[in-house]
């Protein structure tokens, strides 16, 4: 099977934000969700208690979490990225302001792909072959004879940004209902490829734009990730 980054289905886009300094949570929870509301009408209130507040956008399947320690914003079955990063850009800065946050001690940003395939053999055998994993017959042979359920972790770390690479196959276990084989984000197998893309490098909170970091890594990892996985 030829992969090209056509082949690549982003499935889930997350930005997370850490920090230490959120205590303002518990006061201004209920006026964080009214502003954050006023901003986009869009988002519907699901949840809010002295751990979590939740809200959502069902059509666009997006959800922004918050609480004292995180800021989490979550994009499923994604065809363009232009919403997401425009709701990272407008929603993001006011939790910071109402919360007081100076720094965040780490951010994260993880794109999860997946590649349709034919069977979970076609997965495994795509999986066997990316350089990473590939094993010279005269190494395996030292405890067997094959590799079985080929999957990997890794971390790759950089000057600024680390990558974290989970690289694995997949069988859904339901069907849903009304499935087709060729339901673009729900396909029966498929390589998954989820990259989290991450510094743990204190950073100012004040000025730190979200929307550029999720479309820079969201470049590299286009312009990248052929290249990487190819024998």
Not at 101 to 121: A, D, P, S
Not at 152 to 170: H, K, M, Q
Not at 190 to 200: M, N, P, T, W
Request: with cysteine.
């Amino acid at each position: 099977m030829k992969i090209t980054f056509d082949s690549f289905i982003l499935s889930r886009v997350v930005l997370e934000l850490r920090f230490d300094d959120g205590f303002l949570y518990w006061d201004n929870c209920g006026k964080t969700i009214s502003l954050l509301r006023a901003n986009n009408p869009k988002l519907k209130w699901f949840k809010t208690d002295v751990e979590l507040a939740t809200l959502k956008i069902p059509e666009d399947d997006f959800e922004f979490v918050f609480n004292y320690k995180t800021i989490r914003l979550i994009q499923s079955n994604i065809s363009n990225l232009s919403k997401f990063k425009e709701a990272c850009m407008e929603l993001v800065p006011i939790v910071v302001n109402q919360f007081g946050i100076k720094k965040f001690k780490r951010i994260g940003n993880r794109f999860i792909y997946i590649v349709k395939t034919e069977t979970l053999e076609e997965s495994e055998e795509i999986i066997k072959n990316i350089p990473i994993i590939k094993l010279p017959e005269s190494k395996l042979k030292l405890f067997g004879t094959k590799i079985e359920k080929p999957n990997c972790v890794f971390t790759i770390a950089g000057s600024d940004l680390n990558y974290r690479f989970e690289i694995t196959s997949v069988k859904r276990n339901e069907i849903p209902k009304n499935y087709t084989p060729d339901a673009l984000f729900q396909p029966e197998f498929a390589l998954l490829i989820d990259i989290d893309v991450f510094s743990e490098k204190p950073i100012q909170a004040e000025g730190f734009l979200t929307n550029e970091f999720v479309h820079n890594n969201n470049n590299k990892i286009i312009n990248n990730l052929i290249d990487f996985i190819k024998p």
